[in-house]
């Protein structure tokens, strides 16, 4: 209680001169602190928000760029997993570029001689121009044998792991009162058609 009373006894002894001197210097030091605030802090504030949306701009160009990165090398990814996959395929599916219609023959005599079937000389054409990235070879395949024979030899074909299709089978001749046909075997296999 003390204490307000001697602020009250002070203030009561100001003059009202006094107080307006007083109230005159806080004003212009008020008004002193626009020009200072003006000039030299509101600068500086811009200067950081400016600094602050070009360091924001940046980061969003960053997350873009690392999005852009991550997808590229998910692409890379999938590309190099393909390519495995189809060398795998190449391997396990398809006769070697180099010596492809020699396996092939060696296989279709295997294959013949398992149905019991006899091979005559075998007719060979391979397409001039790759299709998407492959070469076809045909194969004309005489072959002599029972139909039970024929009928082996298409389920032995159908079961090998290499890829062979039967394109065509003409009837060559019947032998008469005998089981034995002579047919035309149109076949045909893709090989990768490497540079």
Request: proline letters at 4%; charged letters at 25%.
């Amino acid at each position: 209680m003390c204490g307000t009373a001697r602020l009250n006894e002070i203030s009561m002894n100001l003059s009202s001169k006094n107080q307006q001197i007083i109230y005159s210097l806080l004003l212009a030091l008020i008004l002193l602190n626009l020009p200072i605030y003006f000039f030299f802090v509101r600068p500086e504030i811009e200067a950081d928000a400016g600094e602050q949306a070009s360091i924001q701009q940046m980061r969003q160009q960053l997350v873009r760029r690392a999005t852009t990165l991550n997808a590229l090398k998910e692409i890379e990814r999938k590309l190099k997993d393909s390519r495995e996959k189809y060398k795998k395929f190449e391997a396990d599916f398809l006769f070697p570029r180099d010596k492809g219609a020699s396996k092939l023959l060696e296989e279709l005599d295997d294959i013949c001689a398992e149905a019991g079937l006899l091979r005559n000389r075998v007719g060979y054409h391979l397409d001039p121009e790759p299709t998407l990235g492959m070469q076809r070879l045909g194969i004309t395949l005489p072959i002599e044998g029972s139909y039970a024979n024929i009928r082996d030899f298409l389920n032995i074909l159908e079961s090998t792991s290499k890829f062979v299709i039967v394109d065509s089978m003409a009837l060559v001749s019947e032998r008469e009162g005998t089981e034995i046909i002579q047919l035309d075997v149109s076949l045909s296999t893709l090989f990768v058609a490497h540079p």
